[in-house]
């Protein structure tokens, strides 16, 4: 026996209504309040912006999992906000398939180096990372770094370090980008807005 | 954008050129899908592609790659010539009125003052002439020769349909046809919008093209009203915010300008930035500018900041020359760069010319990628082609967190920023951009601590009193962008109260009343509209001061009336102003102050000296083009154009080698090369292609599917081609012309792998701005064996 999508509408009304055996022979009334559980019951919401474009949608991700010790929060499902007056709900083929950008498998939890001439990363520690980060900076700050210019004036700049991006981090950590490089004296700095 | 997404819905006309917002901004661009259902409006694009925007537009003009300047021309002259201009507001509120001095003139390509030596103008001769009192002189009846009203029709007279359509390969029909429709906004009650994107600014006069809509918009009398503007659809989520925040070479947060090496102290360089003003009316608003850095001074070095240090300007590197992304990349190439950090980007592929990238990338001696995901860049080293045994460049990947980890906030392209949550943790192993920049300042200051070295004043005074000095939290941030009362500690609601004393700091004076005493603006969720009109002041935070729809005293006449009481932006009435943020003192009567507060002649000015290339926007071919400039052959290409090394060499000689126009572009499925790492998204659009119009493929003997290679004088690429019938032949200059469309969006990293667009375009940028010309570059192409 196949039951079309419109006998189940029915059977699901009539279970509503509060009719007791279907036609099947047996109560349907538990099997229906199982599928009628929405997959983001017991969810929570958190308010988010699509992170393509520059429209700015306003997303909501539901998340599982309380944060709590040993559980790990995932993002299950993500909708437009409703209530944003720049998208109401509506979300193109990117902004729909956030989720799998958010929950990747493809996403590197490891910093990795590799040297010259090398075929092949290697996986390093934060620790090792961030001491060969610092050391290569101040070594080209250091070589590199000019106080005063051919005609001795006041200039104070790293000539040999650049610096890209980005339009994807947030603006506060866009503010302290600028805030630590200009500090720095770098000046080659840029980012997607150029190009 | 001068004004927001939704206010698109109240146009009466919205032109889409330069852009595709159905495939790029689909939920932005509902909004003119809405002004035509609610209000009939009309959408129109202009375009090398017939677009998924033109499927749903009521009329389409195809034009060649690199001509659009000519086309605004056209209908700037076409508006001039037939009256169709808003006559009481191009009198009230632009510059038309101004004379400019005798010895200002345009011939042969050449505005006057150019040095053939070093390829720039002096620009001296581009002011006005001034009366006794200091003042600009003008003219209210228009008449006088060298009126800026005159100038400008005497300027674009030669944009003529007919030499519009040769320029641009249309027939003078469908120009003029479309022009009717453009131009049919130069009333009160009638408002018009335009929305541009990338494909206006990447070219050798993008800056030029935009200042030909401006043009344009102002005689239109559209800028400032809700349902005019001109409005720049932005492409990453942050990108606005970014550039607030000055990621930027020339620039400093709220576009305060980097210090150049002539500007020996912070008086020399206040004094070159403080506009002084060209009208009796004019507010000038951007006399302010010490208050402004000088707070931005304070935010940074805090104590260190002092009136005896000159509140360490000499804190700040001052570039030797231009250091934008080409000058950067060029100094990498000429192994001039040691390192190079790039965080969320990948440059490799955004290009332009990537095999010249790949030699820059492999002169570096370090590089360190700070992604989520291990992009190509930063595998550059074993890119096809590239033997890894022979790149010397040491290379650090850290893995940084995601933006569904991280709160804080988005600045979109109509300038709202709006706070977002952390929805997930950071996963084990994974550092946030804060965290990673912190460890980084931290460490650099701890080494010289250790062991000195370069002059390093300004990293052990850099103000830094956070919580957690090895992660800031984003709202410390925040509310360090949004300024205090140094003496009192309060948070400051308005740039209005920065002062230049010292006694104020301001991370970015334009988001000062993001976060005030009241809380984090930003994160509001108000829904309520009263006017209709979309404003929706109670959401997020737009800068400036909450203000949704830039210049918006031009909204109204010269009482205070609006144009369109249906559409008032804002209203006086009789006491104060009412209706969006008004630009103008929220108590100042009508007829008090000129109304465009930011320029010193206190109206918009149809003609300017701010843009390096010419007063007026001037046609000039692609640094690559098929045709001759036919208004001055002589002077082709723009003049002003920067030449890096060797690149002249790489660009295409003739048309008989490279004969097809071409241009890149976006898919919706995809956006840049992210979502190269996303399952549903590459099945959506799993391989590159080409877009090849249905003559060209017959004349190569080219089926729909089958494989093409394309190259350039730089490099090539190889995929399916697309046969179309949405890309015509045009006929240019007498000649048939053939353009082929490219998207941007595959590398050798990802779920598919593919072609890279950039390896074809050119390594030349825009006169003003240095963005590269991507959208108009000369190709050739056959079927692939």
Redesign the interface.
């Known amino acids: 026996m196949t039951l079309s999508r419109r006998d189940l509408l029915k059977g699901t009304a009539l279970a509503a209504g509060g009719s007791l055996v279907s036609a099947l022979g047996f109560d349907l009334k538990p099997a229906y309040a199982q599928s009628r559980e929405l997959k983001i019951s017991g969810a929570r919401e ?13 997303t909501i ?1 539901y ?1 599982h999992g309380s ?1 709590g010790l040993n559980t ?4 299950i499902h993500v909708e ?1 906000d409703p ?5 109401g709900g ?6 729909a ?2 989720m ?3 929950m ?1 498998p ?14 092949e ?1 290697q996986d ?1 520690d ?1 620790d090792w ?10 070594d ?6 000019v ?1 005063r ?1 051919a ?1 001795g ?28 490089q ?14 | 954008m001068t004004n927001h ?2 206010d698109i819905k109240n146009a009466d006309v919205v032109l889409v050129m330069g852009a595709n917002p159905a495939e ?5 661009f ?1 909004w003119a899908l809405e002004a035509r259902d609610d209000r009939g409006a009309r959408i129109v694009t202009v375009d090398p592609r017939y677009t998924r925007t033109s499927a749903v537009a009521d009329r389409h003009l195809q034009i060649r790659p690199g001509s659009d300047i000519a086309v605004l021309g056209g209908w700037i002259r076409k508006i001039l010539d037939e009256g169709l201009y808003h006559d009481e507001y191009v009198r009230a509120h632009t510059n038309a009125s101004f004379i400019v001095s005798e010895d200002f003139g345009f011939a042969d390509g050449l505005f006057t003052g150019f040095d053939e030596a070093t390829s720039s103008y002096d620009r001296a001769t581009w002011s006005y002439e001034r009366g006794p009192d200091g003042f600009a002189r003008r003219d209210p009846s228009l008449q006088h020769p060298r009126s800026v009203f005159q100038l400008l029709r005497a300027h674009y007279a030669r944009y003529t349909p007919e030499v519009v359509a040769q320029i641009a390969g249309c027939s003078v029909a469908d120009f003029e046809a479309m022009a009717d429709i453009v131009c049919s906004t130069g009333t009160a009650d009638r408002a018009g919008t335009i929305m541009y994107a990338v494909g206006w600014t ?1 070219h050798t006069v993008g800056a030029q093209i935009i200042r030909a809509a401006g043009i344009m918009q102002l005689l239109l009398g559209n800028i400032g009203r809700p349902g005019g503007g001109i409005n720049a ?17 020339e620039i ?2 709220g576009y305060l300008r ?1 210090p150049r ?2 500007q ?1 102290s912070l008086d020399a360089h206040l004094r070159d930035h403080t506009p002084r003003p060209l009208a009796p009316n004019a507010v000038n608003y951007m006399a302010n500018y010490p208050r402004f850095m000088v707070s931005l001074l304070k ?2 070095f805090g104590p260190s900041a002092t009136a005896a240090n000159q509140f360490g300007y ?7 020359d231009d ?3 080409l ?2 990349w060029d ?2 190439y000429q192994g ?10 990948n ?1 490799l592929l ?3 010319d990537i095999p010249r990238l790949l030699t820059a990338m492999a002169n570096l ?2 590089k ?1 990628v ?1 992604d ?3 992009l190509d860049s930063a595998e550059f ?2 890119a096809p082609g590239v033997d ?12 940084a967190a ?3 980890e ?9 300038r ?3 706070w ?6 950071i ?8 965290w ?6 931290w ?2 200051k ?3 601590e250790d062991e000195g ?3 390093h004043e ?2 052990r005074n ?1 103000r830094w009193d956070y919580a957690n000095p090895r992660e ?1 939290a ?1 709202e410390e ?2 509310r ?2 949004n300024g205090y009362d140094l003496t009192t500690g309060r948070l400051l609601s308005s740039f209005a109260e920065l002062r230049d004393d010292g006694t104020t700091a301001s ?2 004076w334009i ?1 000062t009343g993001s976060w005030t005493e009241q809380g984090n603006m930003m994160a509001r ?1 108000g ?1 309520e ?1 009263p006017t209709g009109l ?1 404003f ?1 002041h109670g ?1 997020g935070f737009a800068w400036p001061l909450n203000r949704r729809v830039l210049y918006n005293r031009a909204s109204a006449d010269a009482n205070g009336e609006p144009w369109d009481a249906a559409r008032a932006g804002i209203r006086w009435t009789g006491v104060r102003w009412s209706g969006d943020v008004p630009d103008y003192g929220p108590t100042t009567p009508p007829g008090g102050a000129g109304a465009f507060i930011m320029t010193e002649e206190g109206v918009a000015r149809l003609f300017s000296t701010s843009l390096v290339d010419g007063p007026f926007a001037e046609h000039y071919e692609p640094a690559e083009s098929p045709t001759a400039n036919i208004l001055h052959e002589r002077v082709s290409v723009n003049p002003t154009v920067r030449w890096y090394d060797g690149v002249r060499e790489s660009l295409a000689r003739s048309t008989d080698d490279f004969p097809y126009a071409a241009t890149v572009y976006r898919v ?4 840049h090369f ?2 190269s ?5 590459v099945e ?1 659009m799993p391989d590159f292609f080409v877009e090849v119009p249905e003559g060209l493929a017959a004349e190569k003997g080219v089926a729909n599917g089958e494989r093409v290679r394309v190259w350039s004088a730089r490099g090539e690429v190889e995929g399916v081609a697309i046969v179309t019938k949405r890309i015509k032949p045009l006929t240019v200059n007498g000649r048939t012309l053939w353009t082929i469309g490219i998207p941007v969006h595959w590398g050798f990293k990802g ?1 598919t792998t593919g072609a890279m667009a950039n390896s074809l375009t050119p390594f030349v940028g825009d006169a003003n ?4 010309e ?1 959208k108009a570059f000369l190709v050739n192409m056959e079927r692939a064996t």
């Open positions: 958190y308010k988010t912006i699509c992170p393509y474009c520059a429209v700015g949608c306003g991700a998340v944060g790990t929060r995932s993002v437009g209530d944003s007056p720049i998208n509506t979300l193109c083929p990117k902004g398939s956030q799998q950008l958010a990747s493809r996403l590197e939890h490891t910093p990795k180096f590799r040297a010259a001439g090398a075929t990363w390093v934060w990372a961030m001491s060969w980060f610092a050391r290569k900076y101040k080209a700050r250091d070589a590199t770094f106080e210019d005609e004036r006041t200039v104070n700049r790293c000539e040999g370090i650049g610096w890209v991006g980005s339009a994807t981090v947030t603006n506060e950590d866009a503010y302290l980008i600028t805030k630590t200009r500090a720095l004296g770098i000046v080659y700095m840029d980012h997607q807005a150029r190009i | 997404w939704k790029n901004h689909p939920c932005g509902k990447m659809l932005r492409g990453h989520a942050n990108v606005q915010g970014a550039t607030d925040h000055a990621i930027v070479a400093l947060p980097v090496p002539p020996a935010a940074w000499h804190y700040l590197g001052k570039p030797a250091a934008t992304w000058s950067m100094q990498a001039r760069l040691r390192g190079l950090i790039t965080l969320g980007f440059p955004a290009g332009p001696e370090w360190v700070i989520p995901f291990l080293w074993r890894p045994s022979q790149v010397d460049t040491e290379v650090l990947y850290l893995p995601h933006w569904i991280r709160g804080g906030s988005f600045t979109n392209s109509g709202w920023a709006q977002k949550e952390a929805a997930v943790d996963p084990p192993g994974v550092r946030s951009d804060t990673i920049l912190s460890e980084l300042f460490r650099v701890e080494l010289y070295g370069a002059w300004p990293i850099l800031p984003l941030l925040s360090e962008i991370g970015n988001y969720r829904t509209d979309g929706h959401w919706v499925e995809r956006e992210v979502t790492h996303v399952p549903l998204l959506a779920i701005t240095r963005c590269p991507f």
